[in-house]
């Protein structure tokens, strides 16, 4: 089992807080500027620039300056590392269920 257990604990305290998800559910339909960030949600600069910053520091995000403009956008692959984790706790009763589930699909396929 690989350890990335830091990793997974830097995205999941990122994600724990309901704006940080929404600004990661906002990113994954395209970059934005954070000006444009902004206006979605009812907070200060400061705010938001502190939730990008936590954000950034747990590599969901990137960010990009050109000029005065400051564009964020979802890091890819950025949540891989939660896919795998969440995928190692499934549970073997689960997994063979899943084994059952596709055993008995193909058995029904061939009687058709």
């Known amino acids: 089992m690989p350890n990335y257990s830091a990793e997974v ?4 305290r990122a994600l724990a807080d309901p704006t940080r998800r929404a600004v990661v559910e906002r990113l994954a339909k395209s970059p934005a500027v954070v000006s444009d960030l902004l206006a979605s949600f009812s907070m200060t600069l400061p705010s938001l620039l502190q939730h990008l910053r936590i954000l950034e520091d747990a ?24 896919h795998l984790w969440l ?26």
């Not at 960010?63 to 950025?78: D, H, I, M």
């Open 59 to 82: 590599r969901v995000i990137t960010s990009n300056k050109q000029g005065r403009v400051r564009t964020v956008s979802l890091r890819p692959g950025a949540l891989d590392v939660l």
């Open 87 to 112: 995928g190692e706790q499934r549970t073997s009763a689960e997994r063979q269920a899943d084994r059952l589930g596709i055993h008995l699909a193909r058995a029904t396929s061939k009687e058709n």
């Open 9 to 12: 604990d830097a995205v999941l």
